[in-house]
């Protein structure tokens, strides 16, 4: 009978804990269920409309972030750079390229969880499409960092992993298909603090 009892116990741990786990797995992990990558950068485009599937509303309501709709904008998320390689609040970024057409754009860093870093009274903690200083062709470049850069600097203070999070309001992008067509700009590591 205890036998019986502590086998019972045990399946339930089990299938509870491995529950609760692929949930938690399925809600940290940014290239999911109804994920697009354009690049080195991940967006939702069926967020904020009832198409969404379960665990994207579900990690939108947990971190509290405001969703838009499809013909509002699209929210892009790179975690990584373009080598691959994790983004890290030490190391120094340079983001170039064009981006596509839209009314309006911000760009900021972020903690994985998505929330913006705070950079006490470095600078505005994002850069928007109003204020970026562009190149002739119309493409942008902007240091990512810890150390200020001349022209288009996008400040970041503290240690360990971060993301970088641009939104597009008002784009035609977002009311397509053909968002994995996108060019976005690419992310390149230019070096790392000790």
């Not at 309006?104 to 970026?132: D, V």
């Not at 309001?169 to 000790?194: K, N, Q, T, V, W």
Request: with cysteine.
């Amino acid at each position: 009978m205890l036998r019986t009892v502590f086998l019972a116990v045990l399946v339930l741990a089990i299938a509870i804990g491995g529950g609760a786990a692929s949930v938690w797995y399925a809600l940290q992990e940014q290239e999911g269920i109804g994920a697009v990558k354009v690049g080195g950068w991940t967006t939702f485009p069926e967020l904020g409309t009832p198409l969404a599937d379960p665990y994207s509303k579900a990690r939108i309501a947990r971190e509290g972030v405001l969703s838009l709709g499809l013909a509002e904008g699209l929210t892009f998320v790179a975690q990584r750079d373009s080598g691959g390689a994790m983004l890290r609040k030490n190391c120094a970024y340079r983001i170039e390229g064009s981006f596509p057409p839209a009314r309006f754009w911000t760009l900021y860093a972020a903690e994985p969880s998505h929330a913006m870093i705070r950079n006490g009274n470095l600078k505005s903690p994002a850069l928007q499409s109003m204020q970026a200083l562009r190149k002739p062709d119309n493409s942008v470049s902007i240091a990512v960092g810890r150390h200020p850069a001349p022209g288009n600097w996008l400040p970041v203070s503290g240690g360990g992993p971060m993301a970088l999070v641009l939104t597009l309001y008002d784009s035609p992008a977002a009311s397509s298909s053909g968002i994995a067509d996108l060019a976005l700009p690419a992310i390149a590591r230019a070096g790392c603090d000790a």
